[in-house]
Structure formats: structure tokens, C-alpha cells
């Protein structure tokens, strides 16, 4: 269990790493490549638009197929985007970019369940640790990503960036020998589809049950959308306030470490007092962090609240994550729901962050994700009153 936590963790790195490399050139090469300027970032719209549509599909192909294919997709996705990338800026084509950037979302899709093949055949006791120690892979990919856009932009001098690109070829075949290196699932040793899980049947009343999945995408979508959004706005507030970029940079540094770093033990934090209690700390956590970005919005201010808002990302994240592990009922079903609704919100906070900086600003921004925080909180609460309740009907069914 141990050596397969770690090769996902691995494999988690370089995911999140070629994630990374896209965010940072894809604004660039696009202002570049399209044909009018406010269309610059329509490839990282392409690619997140893609990681919705797919995410579902590819959770229920993996109950059909096995895991593995999938990801092994996902490789090919990665390199094929690498090769799209480079081409399109020989090219100058805009529209090979954007298919280059949507194969892309194809990768994010099967990539992101890593965290939940890693789980897979654990007692759920075990889930939240090992969920979390794969999601450390992301404070890897959080310096060398930036690293490895910079260095690689002229490693081919008359085509910029064209090596960022093809640098996801060797990230793919890196995460290639990666996925050789792990156990097969039993679909694929077998050579059949894999068996369908057997859950109690429950009645057509008992839509109490679901109260969990929505406390859980509710935590981690939320989570993401709101931590995109204000990590995004932080940049634009301290260029406003006329901070140096390095600076800026090591704000943004020191969000990534404590979104990441709080891996390394929240996993026995979960299992220790429950993934339902860790959601509640963060909560209150990110509500702490945005008050201080309110009322402290100088410089030290923004860099407390963005660490404040990494750890609460942190615990709603990995939090929600355990929640969906550990619940009754078809799990490729639950985890492809969960995906894409937090591929949905990441998207939307992502692209809403710059519009709603200068038409509402900063502190005002803060405001509205506190207000949109308070719904999930409320539901996790009404779902703590439930859960005696949920309880008793789970083993009445069990019994009967």
C-alpha cells in the first residue's frame, strides 16, 4: 500500500506539474496566437470546458474498463497535446492550439482521479491518508512548474515556447512508466469489465442519503472555485498597491505551500476526528483568512490571508475528497460527479476572478465568497443533525 501511495503521489506531481506549465504559457502563447487579444485566453477555456465534459465519462469508463487504461489515455492525451502545442506555434495556427489545449483537458479529466485509484481496495480508515499524501504531490509541482515554463520557453529559439510544449511529452512518458510500475487492477488481470458493486437497495424516499455527496462537492468545489478566485485577485490587488512582482511572487509561493504542505498529516487529522469536522475547520478557516483580507488589505495582510486561505482550501479539499472515498453506493458514479462539479466551479471561479476584481474589488470579492461559503457550512451542520438519523435507516435496510 505504501510503495503504490507513493507512485501515485509521484504520478500526482507530474500531473499537477504539466498544469502548471499550462497556466503559465497559455495566456501568453494565446495573446500571440489569436486573431483578436480578448480572445487570449480562450485555450485555457477550451481546456477547462473539456476537463467538464470528460471528467463523468471517464469516471464511468474506468468502472467499464479499469483505471489504468484510462490514465494510460490520459499519457497519450498529454503527449499528443505537447506535439499539438509545439506545431501550432511553427504553425502560428490558433485553432491547433486550441485543440492542443483540450486534449490537455483530457489529461486533467483522468489525472484527477489518481487520489481515488489510490484509495481503491482500503478500509476506510486508511482512505483519508493515503488521499492525502497523493495530494502532496501538488507542493512538487508548485516549483517546478514555474522552473521548468521558464527555462524550457527558448529551448527552441525561432518557435517561443514550442519546447514548453514539447516538454509534456517527457512529463507523459515519465507518467507512462509510472503507471507500468503500479499493480493492475483486477479488470484488467482478469481480462473482463469490472464487476459492478453490490450496495443495499434503497427506498425511493430515502434521498436523505445523498446529504453527504452534496456536504462534500459543496466543501471541495466551493473550496476550489472561492481559492482560485481570491489567488487570482491577490495578484491583481498587490499590483495595484504597486508591489514589486517578486513580491507578488512570493505571496502567491507561500499560498501553494500551505494549500499542499498541510498534507503531510491531514490524513490522520481525518481519520482521528472525521472528515466532516476537518470540513467545519475549514470553513471557519477560510472565513478567518477572508475577514483578515477585508480589514488588513496592506501588503501583510493579503500575505496572511492567502496562507489562511491555502490551509482552508487544504482541509475543504482533501476533506470533501475522504467524504466522497468513503461513501455507499457507486463509486466511479460519485467521484465522476464530484469532479465535475468542482472542474465546473474551479472554471468559473477562474474566469469570473478578474471581472469581478474591477467591478466589485477586492475586499467587496472576499465579502461575496464568505456569503457563498455560508451555504455549504449550514449544510454540513444540518447534515451532522442527520447522521444519527441516516444511520439507522442504513442498518434497517442492512438488516432487511
Known sequence: MRMQTWLYSAAQA???????????????????LAPLPSLSTLSYGVQFAAVI????????????????????????????????????????????????????????????????????????????????????GGIVAAFIGPVI??????????????????????????????????????SEASGQPQAK???????????VLSLPLFVAIYSSGFGFMLMALLMMQSSLKMDAMGVAFADIMFVIQCHVIAMFLPSLFMGRIIAAIGAQTVIFGGYLTMFVAMLVAIYASGYQGVLIALIGIGVGWNMLYVGGSAMVATLPGDAHKLQ????????????????????????????NSNWLAMSLLTPGLLLLVFSRFSKVKNQRLVAGLVKS
Open 149 to 186: 515554463a521558464q527555462h524550457s520557453r527558448l529551448l527552441i529559439e525561432q518557435y517561443a515556447f514550442s519546447g514548453s510544449y514539447l516538454v509534456f511529452t517527457v512529463i507523459a512518458a515519465l507518467v507512462f512508466l509510472l503507471l507500468l510500475a503500479l499493480p493492475a487492477d483486477k
Open 53 to 136: 465534459v470528460c471528467s463523468y465519462l471517464l469516471s464511468m469508463s474506468m468502472k467499464r474498463f479499469g483505471r489504468r487504461p484510462i490514465f494510460f489515455l490520459g499519457t497519450f492525451a498529454l503527449a499528443l497535446g505537447g506535439i499539438l502545442g509545439a506545431w501550432s506555434i511553427v504553425q502560428h495556427s490558433f485553432y491547433i492550439n486550441l485543440a492542443a489545449h483540450a486534449s490537455f483537458g483530457v489529461t486533467i479529466s483522468a489525472f484527477a482521479f489518481f487520489r481515488f485509484a489510490a484509495t481503491d481496495g482500503l478500509q476506510d480508515k486508511d482512505k483519508a491518508k493515503v488521499l492525502s499524501l497523493v495530494t502532496l
Open 14 to 32: 507530474l500531473s499537477l506539474t504539466s498544469a502548471v506549465i499550462t497556466v503559465s504559457i497559455s495566456p501568453i502563447v494565446g495573446k500571440a
Open 197 to 207: 458493486e453490490t450496495q443495499p437497495s434503497l427506498p425511493a424516499n430515502a434521498k
Open 336 to 363: 465522476g460527479i464530484n469532479e465535475s462539479a468542482v472542474a465546473f466551479l474551479n472554471t468559473i471561479g477562474a474566469l469570473s476572478a478578474g471581472a469581478l476584481f474591477h467591478a466589485i474589488g477586492w475586499e
